[in-house]
């Protein structure tokens, strides 16, 4: 439980949330940034990862859902990006947050990876495949964390695991659980090992 990641990540505060580029915070240490479809589990995760059970509550306040979170760690930063794939959005408003996401996601120099939250049960939606792709052109790096993995028993979870890998063979992947915290570790693991790059 106490590893040194998971020590440093539940010091993690709120520090700012950004509707444009110019309200980032300046890019003066490793980021990590977590993306995905909104109800896919992003906030549970960050919670869970974190060990706290209220942290990524801010991110889901009326009027901060559309922004980007960042949250704060001695010489780090978690980010939370706002939750894709809300089917009413209007398309004006749809086209306001993906230009915030592609500006924090193809500026940010100090961007180690993205943790790509998935519902294990629905994984590799259109617009994780979207991300994806548009990722790897960008040339930025991903974790793969396929959430909810209680609600699966454990065949169907490894063949969707599996499923996963085999269809995004340059990045890693796991299941993980918020509500029985499998998984929290190597998560932590792959934050740590990004936060520790040069
Ligand atoms: P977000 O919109 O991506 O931030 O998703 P939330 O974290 O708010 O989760 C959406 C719903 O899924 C909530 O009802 C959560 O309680 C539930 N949920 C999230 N993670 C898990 C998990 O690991 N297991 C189970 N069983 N439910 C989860």
Known sequence: MSNPTSVLLAQAQFLTSAAQ???FPPADCPEVAFAGRSNAGKSSALNAL???RKLARISKTPGRTQLINFFEMEGARLVDLPGYGYARV???????WQG????????RKTLRGIVLIMDSRHPLTEFDQQMLEWGKSSGLDFHLLMTKADKLNRGPAQAALLAVRKAQPDYSVQLFSATNRQGVEEAQAKIAQWLSQK
């Open 50 to 52: 974190c060990g706290r």
């Open 90 to 96: 209007p398309p004006k408003v749809r086209a306001q």
């Open 21 to 23: 580029p110019r309200g």
């Open 100 to 107: 915030l996401i592609e500006s924090y996601l193809q500026k």
